[in-house]
């Protein structure tokens, strides 16, 4: 059998010192059980979504630059494209966030030079409009991505949110179709996934309501839209704000008692951040995703009155990330919200996904924010790109982690972080797809290995397991323009019969791979 510590000596030998990675160090054990009956629930592909807004580069300057030497006819960034497509993004929420509060989608449609360049107040820029709905559904379409839609809820009104359902989903026969093929897209385009606004429990979102007013609006806008599209699924705005003094839960049960009958999704997000500098803290922020996640769950429970209808309401988790760094109220203008990432945000980014796949009942949408320059795992410049910290464990979940989650037990050391409680120092994730288990485990102990001993219990393993690592020489370690730094290392181990022991580097996620039968 070759472990893990004996490829890191041999084929990363050159990387051994940095990483610390000495055979005598004494490593901390742990024990996991599987069971491949014990499943959670299936693994929603549109977990592994991401989220193009009109914010800073992430738009202009990233997926879309007119006239550069890196750009196709249609003005998108090839560059990008393959690194979006690298990514297996399944769903693509656009076009905000923040923008889409003050946004009139027909002002992004016909002739991009004929189209009016408006005041952009959520971030302080003006917006030129040549990037619209023609552009965005192309372009997903272009890559196989299925497209999020987020309407207007905030100064818009339900009209515009109908009419934008008609232009996109509706085949002919109506001023909006004969619209959309005058500006030349004949066939719809069937968008099914729709926001019903963004952040609406935010003060700082353009038409700011409470919860009372915005589930009375939506549910109007929501009637229109579904008797345009019977088939589309909405998606409400649940809790963003979960600020001191916010009552987050209210708001989700105040919007559920008015619009449970008429969307399949309530919406949450989340950004992490380390600004104590608390490694440890960090790391157990995950525990936290969870409870709210658990807590949304029961609300949503509560509001069904325990009956289980056709259509269940499920959590879209559709604006999540680490950022701290660049953000405040001097993020105004064009080049805003670059955060530049580092291995400890890439394992907390790991944990993430870790949580929504042992939350696969529930959790049935997620969009990290965002997909490129702002807060995302590609950064470009005019001359090319490189890939942040943060976009390789979610390449490795979205390319893996398919099918069931299954039910993980584990004996491990522990520790207790500041705000979060008692903090296991492995992370773990489990999937069964078709004969084959993923196992996802960040070791989230600054210093020390973890070994663990991984028995199934009701199959064998078998053949080799893939092993995909992701570490660096320490947690502050990041990417650049011309340094890759923190990377995807792989190998392969033998397990023996239905046990497999593997030992996990300090700060670091792994991913093992293998058939289970």
Not at 271 to 290: C, E, K, R
Not at 439 to 461: C, K, P, S, W, Y
């Amino acid at each position: 059998m070759i472990s893990r510590r004996d490829f890191a000596l041999t084929a990363l030998a050159p990387l051994a010192a940095p990483l610390g990675l000495h055979a005598q160090t004494k490593a901390l054990q742990a024990r996991i059980k599987i069971d491949s009956d014990r499943r959670i629930g299936d693994i929603d592909p549109k977990i592994y979504g991401n989220f193009a807004e009109h914010l800073g580069r992430c738009i202009e300057g990233g997926l879309f630059e007119e006239g550069s030497p890196l750009s196709n006819k249609q003005g998108y960034r090839e560059d990008v494209m393959k690194a979006v497509k690298d990514l297996d993004v399944t769903l693509m929420r656009w076009p905000g966030g923040n923008f889409s509060s003050n946004y009139n989608w027909k002002d992004g449609i016909g002739p991009r030079d004929q189209r009016p360049a408006r005041l952009e107040m959520a971030w302080g820029t003006v917006e030129s409009n040549r990037f619209g709905t023609h552009e965005f559904l192309d372009y997903v379409e272009a890559l196989g991505i299925e497209p999020y839609v987020c309407a207007n809820l905030g100064t818009g009104s339900w009209s515009e949110a109908q009419q934008w359902v008609e232009y996109c989903n509706v085949a002919d026969g109506t001023a909006m179709t004969k619209l959309r093929k005058q500006n030349g897209r004949d066939k719809p385009w069937n968008v099914k996934y729709w926001g019903l606004g963004n952040e609406m429990d935010g003060p700082w979102q353009m038409g700011h309501r409470t919860a009372e007013d915005y589930g009375k609006f939506a549910l109007e806008a929501a009637k229109l839209m579904k008797w345009t599209d019977a088939s589309v699924k909405l998606i409400a705005a649940g809790s963003s704000n979960f600020r001191e003094g916010s009552d987050w839960v209210g708001w989700n049960r105040e919007v559920l008692a008015y619009l449970k009958d008429h969307i399949e999704y309530l919406s949450l997000h989340m950004y992490v951040g380390n600004t104590a500098n608390d490694y440890y803290d960090f790391m157990a922020v995950s525990n936290q995703l969870d409870d709210r996640i658990k807590t949304a769950a029961g609300i949503i429970r509560a509001a069904l009155g325990g009956l289980r209808p056709a259509n269940p309401i499920h959590i879209a988790f559709d604006e999540y990330n680490v950022w701290y760094r660049a953000r405040g109220n001097t993020q105004r203008g064009r080049k805003i919200l670059e955060e530049h990432y580092n291995l400890e945000d890439a394992l907390v980014i790991a944990s993430m996904l870790n949580t929504f796949v042992n939350n696969a009942d529930t959790v049935k949408i997620a969009n990290m924010a965002q997909i490129v320059n702002v807060i995302a795992p590609i950064f470009t410049n005019e001359k090319g790109l490189f890939l942040q910290t943060i976009f390789h464990p979610l390449q490795l979940f979205s390319k893996n982690t398919r099918g069931a989650a299954l039910q993980t037990y584990m004996e491990c050391p522990t520790y207790e972080s500041k705000h979060f409680g008692k903090t296991t120092y492995l992370d773990v994730s489990t999937s069964l797809n078709s004969g084959v288990m993923t196992m996802n485990v960040v070791n989230r102990h600054l210093d020390q290995d973890v070994e663990a001993e991984i028995e199934v219990q009701n199959g064998t393993f078998k053949g080799k397991f893939e092993v995909a690592l992701v570490t660096g020489p320490d947690i502050k370690a990041g990417n650049d323009f011309g340094k890759t730094t923190v990377n995807t290392a792989t190998s392969s181990i033998t397990p023996n019969g239905n046990k497999l022991r593997h030992r996990f580097p300090p700060h670091s996620y792994t991913m093992l791979k293998g058939s289970f039968a």
